[in-house]
Antibody, heavy 121, light 106 residues
Framework: QVQLQQWGAGLLRPSETLSLTCAVY????????WTWIRQAPGKGPEWIGE???????KYNPSLKSRVTMLRDTSKNHFSMRLTSVTAADTAVYYC???????????????WGQGTLVTVSS | DIQMTQSPSPQSAAVGDRVTITCRAS??????LAWYQQKPGNPPKLLIY???TLQVGVPSRFSGSGSGTDFTLTISSLQPEDVATYYC?????????FGQGTKVEI
């Protein structure tokens, strides 16, 4: 059974860097793109970006200048960093399984439990 | 970028009622449309993909239809456990975009 378990700091001050990690269990890491999605209070989810097991990435243009995604295939982990956070970055952040690594498209069928990240001075 | 617009929120209905939620894409997306259900404190749960294919384990009272720009999620007989917010999402190309959500209440 596929499980995603995520962790990271939940309280940040403006201008700090958000850092989250997600571990993948019960699935081949190399079989899919792995994604980060966030959801601000009362809003719909927002796709942040995705990473392939090769390390190639694709980011939402709205966040591209501030986001970096990395992966550690030896641990079946992937992570994201978002720099220069502001109150507008306050949200629940989720990791999720994305589309197949071999190509094609797919919805997000497995999600992590979510991490509430609050940006406040 | 393609925008996804859902029917107004909240939608109130009685147990046993038929509930219909609509989603409109600003450009055609063929049938690359998914529906999710989200309850407070939980991540979204995939209900339907390819506009009308039910995810494994999802009750048959849920159904989806549509293609191109206009899509519909239908709950044929609303149950108390269906109280949630429902999101549509297009996945034909990046950026993968969600609607703003439709809350269903009893």
């Amino acid at each position: 059974q596929v499980q995603l378990q995520q962790w990271g700091a939940g309280l940040l001050r403006p201008s700090e860097t958000l850092s989250l990690t997600c571990a993948v269990y019960g699935e081949s890491f190399s079989g899919y793109y792995w994604t980060w999605i966030r959801q601000a209070p009362g809003k719909g989810p927002e796709w942040i970006g995705e990473i392939h097991h090769s390390g190639s990435t694709k980011y939402n243009p709205s966040l591209k200048s501030r986001v970096t995604m990395l992966r550690d295939t030896s641990k079946n982990h992937f992570s994201m960093r978002l720099t220069s956070v502001t109150a507008a970055d306050t949200a629940v952040y989720y990791c999720a399984r994305g589309r197949p690594a071999s190509g094609g498209v797919a919805p997000f069928d497995y999600w992590g439990q979510g991490t509430l990240v609050t940006v406040s001075s | 970028d393609i925008q996804m617009t859902q029917s107004p929120s909240p939608q109130s209905a009685a147990v046993g009622d038929r509930v219909t939620i609509t989603c409109r894409a600003s450009q055609g997306i063929s049938n690359y449309l998914a529906w999710y259900q989200q309850k407070p404190g939980n991540p979204p749960k995939l209900l339907i993909y390819a506009a009308s294919t039910l995810q494994v384990g999802v009750p048959s009272r849920f159904s989806g239809s549509g293609s191109g720009t206009d899509f519909t999620l239908t709950i044929s007989s609303l149950q108390p456990e269906d109280v949630a917010t429902y999101y549509c999402q297009k996945y034909n190309s990046a950026p993968w975009t969600f609607g703003q959500g439709t809350k269903v209440e009893i």
